[in-house]
Protein backbone atom coordinates (compact mmCIF):
# COMPACT_ATOMS: atom_id res chain seq x y z
CA UNK A 1 0.00 0.00 0.00
CA UNK A 2 2.85 2.42 0.53
CA UNK A 3 2.99 3.10 -3.45
CA UNK A 4 0.06 4.62 -3.42
CA UNK A 5 0.32 8.70 -2.01
CA UNK A 6 -1.86 11.43 -1.97
CA UNK A 7 -0.80 13.05 -5.25
CA UNK A 8 0.17 10.03 -7.33
CA UNK A 9 1.50 6.32 -6.98
CA UNK A 10 4.55 6.18 -7.22
CA UNK A 11 7.21 3.95 -5.94
CA UNK A 12 10.49 1.31 -6.69
CA UNK A 13 10.60 -0.11 -10.23
CA UNK A 14 10.22 -4.23 -10.22
CA UNK A 15 10.15 -4.48 -6.21
CA UNK A 16 7.17 -2.66 -6.44
CA UNK A 17 5.97 -1.64 -9.95
CA UNK A 18 6.32 -4.53 -11.49
CA UNK A 19 3.85 -6.85 -14.04
CA UNK A 20 1.89 -8.10 -11.23
CA UNK A 21 1.36 -4.52 -9.55
CA UNK A 22 1.42 -2.38 -12.73
CA UNK A 23 -1.68 -4.78 -14.93
CA UNK A 24 -3.95 -4.73 -11.92
CA UNK A 25 -3.32 -0.56 -11.39
CA UNK A 26 -4.45 -0.60 -15.18
CA UNK A 27 -7.15 -2.90 -14.90
CA UNK A 28 -8.68 -1.10 -11.96
CA UNK A 29 -7.94 2.36 -13.13
CA UNK A 30 -10.17 0.80 -16.36
CA UNK A 31 -13.14 -0.03 -13.79
CA UNK A 32 -13.33 3.46 -13.10
CA UNK A 33 -12.91 5.67 -16.25
CA UNK A 34 -16.15 6.53 -17.56
CA UNK A 35 -15.25 5.95 -21.75
CA UNK A 36 -13.46 3.98 -24.11
CA UNK A 37 -10.15 6.10 -24.68
CA UNK A 38 -6.93 6.47 -22.05
CA UNK A 39 -4.16 9.23 -22.93
CA UNK A 40 -1.03 7.63 -21.86
CA UNK A 41 2.80 9.23 -21.82
CA UNK A 42 5.55 8.81 -20.13
CA UNK A 43 9.02 10.39 -18.82
CA UNK A 44 12.69 9.41 -19.78
CA UNK A 45 13.36 7.26 -17.41
CA UNK A 46 14.75 3.35 -18.76
CA UNK A 47 11.64 1.49 -17.55
CA UNK A 48 9.13 4.18 -18.47
CA UNK A 49 8.57 1.88 -21.36
CA UNK A 50 8.29 -1.24 -19.82
CA UNK A 51 5.32 0.07 -17.24
CA UNK A 52 3.47 1.52 -20.59
CA UNK A 53 3.05 -2.10 -21.40
CA UNK A 54 2.23 -3.68 -18.23
CA UNK A 55 -0.30 -0.57 -17.56
CA UNK A 56 -1.58 -0.78 -21.00
CA UNK A 57 -2.43 -4.72 -20.17
CA UNK A 58 -4.56 -3.66 -17.56
CA UNK A 59 -6.16 -0.74 -19.62
CA UNK A 60 -6.73 -3.10 -21.91
CA UNK A 61 -8.24 -5.89 -19.69
CA UNK A 62 -10.51 -3.73 -18.51
CA UNK A 63 -12.23 -2.63 -21.83
CA UNK A 64 -9.96 0.14 -22.66
CA UNK A 65 -8.42 1.97 -25.78
CA UNK A 66 -4.95 3.06 -25.08
CA UNK A 67 -3.71 6.50 -26.54
CA UNK A 68 -0.23 6.59 -26.61
CA UNK A 69 1.40 9.90 -26.98
CA UNK A 70 5.35 8.05 -25.96
CA UNK A 71 8.12 10.35 -24.32
CA UNK A 72 6.76 13.70 -23.29
CA UNK A 73 6.54 16.34 -20.30
CA UNK A 74 3.73 15.93 -17.62
CA UNK A 75 2.02 19.29 -19.16
CA UNK A 76 1.51 17.36 -22.14
CA UNK A 77 -0.16 14.68 -21.19
CA UNK A 78 -2.91 16.84 -19.28
CA UNK A 79 -2.91 19.35 -22.87
CA UNK A 80 -4.27 16.01 -24.39
CA UNK A 81 -7.11 15.97 -22.06
CA UNK A 82 -8.59 18.93 -23.44
CA UNK A 83 -7.85 17.74 -27.48
CA UNK A 84 -9.38 15.45 -30.01
CA UNK A 85 -7.89 13.41 -31.63
CA UNK A 86 -9.65 12.29 -35.11
CA UNK A 87 -12.97 12.69 -33.27
CA UNK A 88 -11.81 11.43 -30.03
CA UNK A 89 -11.79 12.96 -26.65
CA UNK A 90 -9.86 10.93 -23.46
CA UNK A 91 -11.75 10.36 -20.84
CA UNK A 92 -8.85 9.91 -18.68
CA UNK A 93 -4.81 10.31 -19.33
CA UNK A 94 -2.12 8.84 -17.38
CA UNK A 95 1.81 10.12 -16.90
CA UNK A 96 4.25 7.36 -16.41
CA UNK A 97 6.65 9.41 -14.43
CA UNK A 98 8.81 9.48 -11.32
CA UNK A 99 8.90 13.15 -11.53
CA UNK A 100 12.42 14.31 -9.38
CA UNK A 101 12.75 11.04 -7.47
CA UNK A 102 15.93 8.60 -7.83
CA UNK A 103 16.75 6.98 -11.25
CA UNK A 104 14.87 3.88 -9.62
CA UNK A 105 11.69 5.11 -9.21
CA UNK A 106 8.43 5.53 -11.25
CA UNK A 107 4.76 6.16 -10.59
CA UNK A 108 1.47 7.47 -12.33
CA UNK A 109 0.32 11.04 -12.38
CA UNK A 110 -4.28 10.32 -13.32
CA UNK A 111 -6.44 12.59 -14.35
CA UNK A 112 -9.88 11.78 -14.76
CA UNK A 113 -12.50 13.91 -16.78
CA UNK A 114 -10.18 16.96 -16.81
CA UNK A 115 -9.85 16.54 -12.55
CA UNK A 116 -6.82 15.10 -10.70
CA UNK A 117 -7.38 11.27 -9.29
CA UNK A 118 -5.69 11.55 -5.91
CA UNK A 119 -6.29 11.15 -2.37
CA UNK A 120 -9.29 8.89 -1.25
CA UNK A 121 -9.49 7.63 -4.60
CA UNK A 122 -6.16 6.57 -4.52
CA UNK A 123 -6.11 4.84 -1.46
CA UNK A 124 -9.32 2.93 -2.36
CA UNK A 125 -7.77 1.78 -5.50
CA UNK A 126 -5.00 0.60 -4.13
CA UNK A 127 -7.65 -1.69 -1.69
CA UNK A 128 -9.20 -2.80 -5.06
CA UNK A 129 -5.70 -3.77 -6.01
CA UNK A 130 -4.79 -5.92 -2.85
CA UNK A 131 -7.52 -8.44 -3.70
CA UNK A 132 -7.74 -8.61 -7.07
CA UNK A 133 -6.83 -11.34 -9.15
CA UNK A 134 -4.28 -10.66 -12.13
CA UNK A 135 -6.54 -9.81 -14.94
CA UNK A 136 -6.41 -12.25 -18.42
CA UNK A 137 -4.41 -11.50 -20.97
CA UNK A 138 -6.66 -9.60 -24.17
CA UNK A 139 -5.84 -7.98 -27.42
CA UNK A 140 -3.56 -5.31 -27.87
CA UNK A 141 -5.66 -2.14 -28.76
CA UNK A 142 -3.38 1.14 -28.96
CA UNK A 143 -3.60 4.05 -31.03
CA UNK A 144 -0.77 6.34 -31.36
CA UNK A 145 -1.28 9.62 -31.10
CA UNK A 146 1.24 12.91 -31.89
CA UNK A 147 0.76 15.23 -29.03
CA UNK A 148 4.12 16.48 -28.77
CA UNK A 149 3.80 18.35 -32.01
CA UNK A 150 0.19 19.41 -31.18
CA UNK A 151 1.39 20.55 -28.13
CA UNK A 152 4.55 22.46 -29.62
CA UNK A 153 2.31 23.84 -32.17
CA UNK A 154 0.03 25.24 -29.60
CA UNK A 155 2.52 27.53 -27.67
CA UNK A 156 4.50 28.59 -30.40
CA UNK A 157 1.05 29.61 -32.29
CA UNK A 158 0.47 31.68 -28.59
CA UNK A 159 3.69 33.45 -28.36
CA UNK A 160 4.21 34.40 -31.85
CA UNK A 161 4.79 37.78 -29.88
CA UNK A 162 7.99 37.05 -28.70
CA UNK A 163 9.22 35.80 -32.33
CA UNK A 164 12.90 36.99 -32.21
CA UNK A 165 13.15 38.63 -28.38
CA UNK A 166 16.05 40.10 -28.03
CA UNK A 167 16.49 38.38 -24.21
CA UNK A 168 19.63 36.08 -23.74
CA UNK A 169 18.06 33.21 -22.31
CA UNK A 170 19.60 29.83 -21.06
CA UNK A 171 17.96 26.81 -19.65
CA UNK A 172 18.70 23.05 -17.81
CA UNK A 173 16.18 20.49 -18.61
CA UNK A 174 18.57 18.36 -16.03
CA UNK A 175 18.00 15.23 -18.67
CA UNK A 176 14.75 15.76 -17.94
CA UNK A 177 11.61 15.39 -20.58
CA UNK A 178 12.09 19.00 -20.91
CA UNK A 179 14.42 19.19 -23.90
CA UNK A 180 12.24 17.31 -25.87
CA UNK A 181 9.29 20.49 -26.26
CA UNK A 182 12.35 23.42 -25.33
CA UNK A 183 14.44 22.52 -28.20
CA UNK A 184 11.41 23.24 -30.63
CA UNK A 185 9.58 25.76 -29.48
CA UNK A 186 12.81 28.33 -28.89
CA UNK A 187 14.20 27.37 -32.32
CA UNK A 188 10.60 28.16 -33.72
CA UNK A 189 10.18 31.77 -31.66
CA UNK A 190 14.24 32.00 -32.94
CA UNK A 191 15.13 32.89 -29.28
CA UNK A 192 18.43 33.52 -28.08
CA UNK A 193 19.05 30.87 -25.76
CA UNK A 194 21.19 28.01 -25.13
CA UNK A 195 20.12 24.46 -23.11
CA UNK A 196 22.18 22.30 -20.63
CA UNK A 197 21.57 18.71 -20.28
CA UNK A 198 18.42 18.81 -22.86
CA UNK A 199 19.25 15.15 -23.92
CA UNK A 200 16.50 12.90 -21.74
CA UNK A 201 18.29 10.76 -19.46
CA UNK A 202 16.76 8.55 -17.24
CA UNK A 203 19.91 8.18 -14.92
CA UNK A 204 20.11 11.87 -14.77
CA UNK A 205 24.09 11.19 -15.23
CA UNK A 206 24.66 15.33 -14.66
CA UNK A 207 22.65 16.43 -11.59
CA UNK A 208 19.22 15.36 -9.59
CA UNK A 209 16.79 17.00 -11.83
CA UNK A 210 15.06 18.83 -8.73
CA UNK A 211 15.38 22.69 -9.46
CA UNK A 212 14.09 23.37 -5.93
CA UNK A 213 17.31 22.04 -4.51
CA UNK A 214 19.99 24.90 -4.96
CA UNK A 215 22.85 22.65 -5.41
CA UNK A 216 21.78 21.18 -8.63
CA UNK A 217 21.66 24.94 -10.13
CA UNK A 218 24.90 25.54 -9.67
CA UNK A 219 25.60 24.68 -13.63
CA UNK A 220 22.85 26.75 -14.54
CA UNK A 221 23.66 29.64 -12.60
CA UNK A 222 27.43 29.54 -14.20
CA UNK A 223 26.27 29.87 -17.75
CA UNK A 224 23.73 32.27 -16.75
CA UNK A 225 26.61 34.52 -15.22
CA UNK A 226 28.70 34.30 -18.37
CA UNK A 227 25.83 33.93 -21.17
CA UNK A 228 22.51 34.83 -20.24
CA UNK A 229 20.28 37.23 -18.95
CA UNK A 230 17.65 35.05 -17.29
CA UNK A 231 18.19 31.17 -16.59
CA UNK A 232 15.55 28.48 -16.19
CA UNK A 233 15.58 25.29 -14.69
CA UNK A 234 12.88 22.14 -15.03
CA UNK A 235 12.02 18.76 -12.80
CA UNK A 236 12.30 15.50 -14.39
CA UNK A 237 8.44 15.83 -15.96
CA UNK A 238 8.78 19.58 -16.61
CA UNK A 239 5.82 20.34 -14.40
CA UNK A 240 8.14 22.92 -11.91
CA UNK A 241 10.00 25.48 -12.84
CA UNK A 242 12.51 27.65 -11.66
CA UNK A 243 13.67 30.97 -12.42
CA UNK A 244 17.17 32.90 -11.63
CA UNK A 245 18.41 35.96 -12.76
CA UNK A 246 21.56 37.73 -12.09
CA UNK A 247 20.26 38.84 -8.26
CA UNK A 248 17.48 36.75 -7.32
CA UNK A 249 15.70 33.00 -7.73
CA UNK A 250 12.11 33.50 -7.60
CA UNK A 251 10.21 31.13 -5.58
CA UNK A 252 6.66 30.16 -6.91
CA UNK A 253 4.78 32.22 -4.74
CA UNK A 254 7.23 35.41 -6.14
CA UNK A 255 6.50 34.39 -9.11
CA UNK A 256 2.97 34.31 -8.60
CA UNK A 257 3.16 38.00 -7.90
CA UNK A 258 4.89 38.58 -11.27
CA UNK A 259 2.38 36.83 -13.23
CA UNK A 260 -0.80 38.36 -11.15
CA UNK A 261 0.78 42.11 -12.52
CA UNK A 262 -0.62 41.89 -15.98
CA UNK A 263 -4.50 40.10 -15.00
CA UNK A 264 -6.79 42.53 -13.77
CA UNK A 265 -8.03 41.50 -9.95
CA UNK A 266 -7.33 37.82 -10.05
CA UNK A 267 -7.86 35.13 -8.02
CA UNK A 268 -4.67 33.51 -6.93
CA UNK A 269 -4.37 30.25 -5.00
CA UNK A 270 -1.32 29.61 -2.81
CA UNK A 271 -0.49 27.11 -0.11
CA UNK A 272 0.72 26.88 2.86
CA UNK A 273 4.27 27.52 2.36
CA UNK A 274 3.93 30.79 0.44
CA UNK A 275 5.32 34.26 2.15
CA UNK A 276 2.73 36.34 3.68
CA UNK A 277 4.02 39.00 1.59
CA UNK A 278 2.13 37.79 -1.77
CA UNK A 279 -0.67 37.16 0.30
CA UNK A 280 -0.28 40.22 1.26
CA UNK A 281 0.82 42.29 -1.77
CA UNK A 282 -2.14 40.87 -3.48
CA UNK A 283 -5.13 42.20 -1.38
CA UNK A 284 -3.23 45.36 -1.61
CA UNK A 285 -3.58 45.30 -5.20
CA UNK A 286 -6.97 44.49 -5.14
CA UNK A 287 -6.49 40.57 -6.26
CA UNK A 288 -8.80 37.84 -4.29
CA UNK A 289 -5.17 35.99 -2.61
CA UNK A 290 -6.80 32.55 -1.38
CA UNK A 291 -4.28 30.33 1.05
CA UNK A 292 -4.72 26.30 0.70
CA UNK A 293 -3.53 22.82 1.00
CA UNK A 294 0.28 21.70 -0.58
CA UNK A 295 -0.33 19.61 -3.36
CA UNK A 296 -0.56 20.30 -6.98
CA UNK A 297 -4.00 17.94 -7.14
CA UNK A 298 -5.51 20.38 -4.42
CA UNK A 299 -4.82 23.52 -6.03
CA UNK A 300 -5.92 22.53 -9.25
CA UNK A 301 -9.28 20.96 -7.29
CA UNK A 302 -9.52 24.42 -5.49
CA UNK A 303 -8.38 26.43 -8.63
CA UNK A 304 -11.49 24.81 -10.41
CA UNK A 305 -13.83 25.25 -7.49
CA UNK A 306 -13.23 29.17 -7.21
CA UNK A 307 -12.63 29.20 -11.35
CA UNK A 308 -9.54 31.04 -10.12
CA UNK A 309 -6.81 32.72 -12.44
CA UNK A 310 -3.52 31.35 -11.12
CA UNK A 311 -1.64 29.08 -8.88
CA UNK A 312 1.13 28.25 -7.16
CA UNK A 313 3.01 26.08 -4.92
CA UNK A 314 6.65 27.15 -3.68
CA UNK A 315 8.20 24.45 -5.30
CA UNK A 316 7.73 26.18 -8.66
CA UNK A 317 4.33 24.31 -9.81
CA UNK A 318 2.67 26.86 -11.42
CA UNK A 319 -0.78 27.20 -12.59
CA UNK A 320 -2.21 29.61 -15.09
CA UNK A 321 -6.25 29.06 -15.72
CA UNK A 322 -5.41 32.58 -17.36
CA UNK A 323 -5.12 32.23 -20.73
CA UNK A 324 -4.48 28.28 -20.24
CA UNK A 325 -6.35 25.42 -18.82
CA UNK A 326 -5.49 25.51 -15.26
CA UNK A 327 -2.82 22.76 -14.66
CA UNK A 328 1.04 23.24 -13.99
CA UNK A 329 2.93 23.70 -16.88
CA UNK A 330 6.98 24.95 -16.32
CA UNK A 331 7.28 25.41 -20.10
CA UNK A 332 4.24 27.18 -20.49
CA UNK A 333 5.38 29.31 -17.21
CA UNK A 334 9.02 30.01 -18.96
CA UNK A 335 6.66 31.57 -21.85
CA UNK A 336 4.81 34.29 -19.52
CA UNK A 337 7.93 34.82 -17.51
CA UNK A 338 9.30 35.90 -21.24
CA UNK A 339 6.29 37.59 -21.93
CA UNK A 340 6.94 40.25 -18.69
CA UNK A 341 10.29 40.85 -19.74
CA UNK A 342 9.67 41.20 -23.29
CA UNK A 343 7.11 43.86 -22.20
CA UNK A 344 9.60 45.84 -20.50
CA UNK A 345 8.90 44.55 -16.95
CA UNK A 346 12.34 44.03 -14.66
CA UNK A 347 11.88 41.42 -12.44
CA UNK A 348 14.68 42.28 -9.89
CA UNK A 349 13.01 45.86 -9.32
CA UNK A 350 9.74 44.53 -8.96
CA UNK A 351 10.72 42.43 -6.42
CA UNK A 352 13.26 44.74 -4.59
CA UNK A 353 9.82 47.22 -4.39
CA UNK A 354 8.68 43.84 -2.25
CA UNK A 355 8.87 44.29 2.07
CA UNK A 356 11.39 42.84 2.92
CA UNK A 357 11.60 39.66 5.13
CA UNK A 358 13.70 36.43 5.96
CA UNK A 359 12.38 33.09 5.28
CA UNK A 360 13.75 29.89 5.92
CA UNK A 361 13.82 27.05 2.88
CA UNK A 362 12.00 24.10 3.56
CA UNK A 363 13.29 22.12 6.71
CA UNK A 364 12.64 18.65 7.27
CA UNK A 365 12.18 16.66 10.41
CA UNK A 366 12.39 13.27 9.95
CA UNK A 367 9.88 10.67 11.62
CA UNK A 368 7.96 7.67 10.29
CA UNK A 369 4.88 7.32 8.18
CA UNK A 370 3.02 6.10 11.19
CA UNK A 371 3.99 8.64 13.51
CA UNK A 372 4.11 12.10 11.36
CA UNK A 373 0.54 12.55 11.46
CA UNK A 374 0.05 11.59 15.61
CA UNK A 375 2.77 14.33 15.75
CA UNK A 376 0.41 16.70 14.12
CA UNK A 377 -2.34 15.78 16.59
CA UNK A 378 0.02 16.41 19.44
CA UNK A 379 1.32 19.53 18.30
CA UNK A 380 -1.65 21.10 17.77
CA UNK A 381 -2.67 20.21 21.43
CA UNK A 382 0.43 21.70 22.54
CA UNK A 383 -0.19 24.73 20.59
CA UNK A 384 -3.50 24.93 23.12
CA UNK A 385 -1.38 25.48 26.12
CA UNK A 386 1.94 26.48 24.62
CA UNK A 387 5.01 27.27 26.55
CA UNK A 388 5.30 30.57 28.77
CA UNK A 389 8.04 31.86 26.36
CA UNK A 390 6.93 30.73 23.12
CA UNK A 391 6.17 33.87 21.53
CA UNK A 392 2.74 35.76 21.18
CA UNK A 393 0.08 34.08 18.58
CA UNK A 394 -1.74 35.87 16.71
CA UNK A 395 -4.27 33.00 15.15
CA UNK A 396 -3.27 29.91 13.44
CA UNK A 397 -4.53 28.27 10.44
CA UNK A 398 -4.87 24.64 9.90
CA UNK A 399 -5.97 24.55 6.43
CA UNK A 400 -3.12 22.06 5.90
CA UNK A 401 -0.58 20.86 9.29
CA UNK A 402 -0.54 24.49 11.26
CA UNK A 403 0.78 27.90 10.31
CA UNK A 404 0.95 29.62 13.41
CA UNK A 405 0.55 33.91 12.64
CA UNK A 406 3.23 35.89 15.20
CA UNK A 407 3.40 39.68 15.96
CA UNK A 408 6.43 39.94 13.36
CA UNK A 409 5.81 36.57 10.84
CA UNK A 410 4.72 32.88 10.94
CA UNK A 411 5.92 29.04 11.15
CA UNK A 412 4.29 26.47 9.47
CA UNK A 413 4.69 22.77 10.84
CA UNK A 414 2.87 20.66 7.73
CA UNK A 415 2.72 16.54 7.73
CA UNK A 416 4.31 15.68 3.90
CA UNK A 417 1.80 13.50 2.40
CA UNK A 418 4.71 11.88 0.19
CA UNK A 419 7.66 11.37 2.74
CA UNK A 420 7.83 10.32 6.19
CA UNK A 421 8.61 13.62 7.02
CA UNK A 422 7.74 16.66 8.93
CA UNK A 423 7.54 20.14 6.96
CA UNK A 424 8.72 23.18 8.64
CA UNK A 425 9.22 26.62 7.40
CA UNK A 426 9.38 30.17 8.97
CA UNK A 427 9.49 33.64 7.92
CA UNK A 428 9.68 37.15 10.26
CA UNK A 429 10.68 40.72 9.24
CA UNK A 430 13.37 40.09 11.44
CA UNK A 431 16.42 37.73 11.02
CA UNK A 432 16.83 37.08 14.54
CA UNK A 433 12.80 36.81 15.40
CA UNK A 434 12.31 34.07 12.67
CA UNK A 435 15.24 32.13 14.37
CA UNK A 436 13.57 32.29 17.36
CA UNK A 437 10.31 30.92 15.91
CA UNK A 438 12.39 27.79 14.17
CA UNK A 439 13.96 27.11 17.39
CA UNK A 440 10.37 27.37 19.52
CA UNK A 441 8.61 25.46 16.91
CA UNK A 442 11.44 22.59 17.18
CA UNK A 443 11.19 22.45 20.63
CA UNK A 444 7.35 22.03 20.42
CA UNK A 445 8.05 19.30 17.72
CA UNK A 446 10.54 17.50 20.12
CA UNK A 447 8.14 17.43 23.18
CA UNK A 448 5.35 15.99 21.13
CA UNK A 449 8.43 13.41 19.65
CA UNK A 450 8.71 12.44 23.52
CA UNK A 451 5.11 12.45 24.46
CA UNK A 452 4.34 9.41 21.65
Known amino acids: MSIYREYDIRGIYEKELNEQSVVRIGKALADKIDGEYVAVGYDARSHSPILFEYLTKGLNAGGKTVLDMGL ?21 SVMITGSHNPSEY ?16 IYALGRECATMEMPEAVERKVI ?8 IDFLVNEFQHLKGMDTRIVY ?51 LLEKEGDIAFA ?11 THKNNIKGDMMALLFAMKMENPTVVGEVKCSQVMYDELERRGAKAIMYK ?20 VSGHVFFKNRYFGYD ?36 VE ?45 LVRASNTTPVLVTRFESVDADEAKRYEEKINELIAKAKESL
Open 106 to 121: NGFKITMDKAPFFGED
Open 367 to 411: TTEEEKFQLMDKIKELLQNPPADFPKIKDIIDVDGVRINFENGWG
Open 329 to 364: DAIYATLRMLELVHEGVDLDAELAKLPKVFSTEEIK
Open 172 to 222: DCGNGVAGVVTEDIFKALEFKAKGLYVEPDGTFPNHHPDPSVEHNLEDVKR
Open 294 to 313: TGHSNLKVKMKELNADLACE
Open 234 to 244: YDGDADRIAVL
Open 144 to 151: KIDALTRY
Open 72 to 92: VPTPVNYFTNYQEWDGITPAA
